[in-house]
């Protein structure tokens, strides 16, 4: 039974938008939606500074450490690609240049996997969830209806890219 105030707001409702904005400030996502890229004329979509979405199903990762022969773009890459759910064939590397957005900025030792496998694994698993959930909103039914597989979500009889 879902309960509403006088305005017809759930309490669950609520809380998944108060959650969305406020992982939004925190990870600075952008809008995220099925076929948005395309219907709004653009290429891409940016759900976090993390990664970016083209609307040619390719996810290009924003590495923010300097590559010295131990490819820990790569690393990283799987680590947003896995929660994602992305298709590896898809995702692409971007070693973006100094920016204070991306925190520090310090490549050594074992650093680079150990100090942003957090905000990458959270940032793809987000980057899921939300694409779940808005297909949910668009095609029907419930987000538990719908998963994440290889690039594409299923669900509902239906499947999106």
Request: net charge negative.
């Amino acid at each position: 039974m879902t309960i509403q105030n006088a305005r017809g707001v759930s309490r669950r409702a609520f809380l998944v938008g108060a959650s969305a904005a406020g992982a939004a400030v925190t990870m600075g996502w952008g809008s995220l939606a099925p076929g948005q890229a395309q219907a709004a004329g653009h290429a891409m979509v940016s759900p976090s500074i993390f990664f970016d979405i083209h609307a040619d199903n390719r996810v290009v990762v924003h590495i923010a450490k300097a590559e010295m022969g131990q490819h820990v773009g790569t690393a990283l890459a799987q680590v947003v690609a896995d929660e994602l759910e992305a298709d590896w064939d898809t995702v692409s590397i971007d070693y973006v240049g100094y920016d204070p957005a991306h925190g520090l900025h310090v490549t050594g030792g074992s650093w680079s996997v150990n100090r942003t496998f957090d905000a990458l694994s959270r940032a793809g698993a987000a980057g899921r969830i939300a694409l779940i959930e808005a297909d949910a909103a668009k095609l029907g039914g419930a987000p538990c209806d719908y998963t994440a597989e290889n690039g594409v979500i299923p669900g509902n009889g239906q499947s999106v890219t």
